[in-house]
C-alpha cells in the first residue's frame, strides 16, 4: 500500500464460475511493512447479499479496516508532530494558549510559536454503520514553547477521546467524504 502498511489478499475458496459472473471469495489482512504479525482481534464471519444488476461489486468488511488500523497504528503513522512552520500557519502561540489555560499564561509571559505532538495510545476502532463509519482515537498530545534558541519547553500534556463518523458520497463522479465529530 505504502512504506508503512502492507496488503496480503488470497482466495478463500475457488472461484465460482457461472454465465454471467464469477464470483471471486477474497480474504485481505492489512499488515505493517515487513511485519506479518497478525492483529489481536480475530476476523468474524463476512457475508455480502446476491446482487446481480452490477458489473461489479466490492465489500470491505470490519475486520479489513482494523487490520489496517492496527498496522498503521504498530507503524507509528498516527504519531504526528505539527511543527512551527504549520503551528505559525494556524498562528499558534503561547500567547493563545495562555488565554485558555492560565497556567500557561503564567510560565510564558513572551509569546513563543508552539509544536504540538500528538501520539495515538490504542489502536484506533473502526467500525461500520449503515451510513457511514464510525472512528473511535484514544490519544495524547504534548504542547511544547519553541524557544528561540531552538530548544523545547514542555507545557503541557492532555488525554484525548474522539468519536467521529465519516460519511462517504459520490458527487460528479468523485468520492466525497463529510466528517463529523461526535464527542
Same mark, same amino acid.
Given at each position: #500500500?505504502?512504506?508503512l502498511?502492507?496488503v496480503d489478499?488470497?482466495?478463500?475458496?475457488?472461484?465460482?464460475?457461472?454465465?454471467?459472473?464469477?464470483d471471486?471469495d477474497?480474504k485481505?489482512? /492489512?499488515?505493517?511493512?515487513?511485519?506479518?504479525?497478525?492483529p489481536?482481534?480475530?476476523?468474524?464471519?463476512?457475508?455480502?447479499p446476491?446482487?446481480?444488476?452490477?458489473?461489479?461489486?466490492?465489500?470491505?468488511?470490519?475486520?479489513?479496516?482494523?487490520?489496517s488500523?492496527?498496522?498503521?497504528?504498530?507503524?507509528?503513522?498516527?504519531?504526528?508532530? #505539527?511543527?512551527?512552520?504549520?503551528?505559525?500557519?494556524?498562528? &499558534?502561540? @503561547?500567547?493563545?494558549?495562555?488565554? #485558555? #489555560?492560565?497556567?500557561?499564561?503564567?510560565?510564558s /509571559?513572551?509569546?513563543?510559536? /508552539?509544536?504540538?505532538?500528538l501520539?495515538? @495510545?490504542?489502536?484506533?476502532?473502526?467500525?461500520?454503520?449503515?451510513?457511514?463509519?464510525?472512528?473511535?482515537?484514544?490519544?495524547?498530545?504534548?504542547?511544547?514553547?519553541?524557544?528561540?534558541?531552538?530548544? @523545547?519547553?514542555?507545557?503541557? @500534556?492532555?488525554n484525548?477521546?474522539?468519536?467521529?463518523? &465519516?460519511?462517504?458520497?459520490?458527487?460528479?463522479?468523485?468520492?466525497?467524504?463529510?466528517?463529523?465529530?461526535?464527542r
Amino acid at each position: #500500500i505504502d512504506h508503512l502498511a502492507q496488503v496480503d489478499y488470497s482466495l478463500n475458496s475457488f472461484p465460482a464460475v457461472f454465465q454471467r459472473f464469477i464470483d471471486l471469495d477474497l480474504k485481505g489482512i /492489512v499488515y505493517p511493512a515487513g511485519n506479518y504479525s497478525g492483529p489481536p482481534f480475530v476476523a468474524p464471519p463476512f457475508t455480502i447479499p446476491d446482487q446481480s444488476d452490477s458489473m461489479l461489486y466490492l465489500a470491505f468488511s470490519e475486520y479489513f479496516f482494523q487490520s489496517s488500523s492496527f498496522a498503521y497504528y504498530t507503524a507509528g503513522a498516527f504519531n504526528i508532530t #505539527i511543527a512551527e512552520e504549520t503551528c505559525s500557519y494556524f498562528n &499558534i502561540s @503561547t500567547e493563545i494558549f495562555g488565554s #485558555i #489555560i492560565p497556567e500557561v499564561a503564567k510560565y510564558s /509571559v513572551t509569546p513563543y510559536p /508552539v509544536m504540538l505532538k500528538l501520539m495515538a @495510545t490504542e489502536i484506533p476502532i473502526i467500525s461500520l454503520e449503515q451510513d457511514s463509519f464510525m472512528v473511535e482515537i484514544q490519544a495524547s498530545m504534548e504542547a511544547f514553547a519553541v524557544l528561540p534558541d531552538s530548544t @523545547t519547553q514542555s507545557l503541557f @500534556t492532555m488525554n484525548i477521546a474522539a468519536n467521529t463518523s &465519516i460519511a462517504l458520497n459520490i458527487f460528479d463522479q468523485k468520492l466525497m467524504g463529510s466528517l463529523c465529530l461526535n464527542r
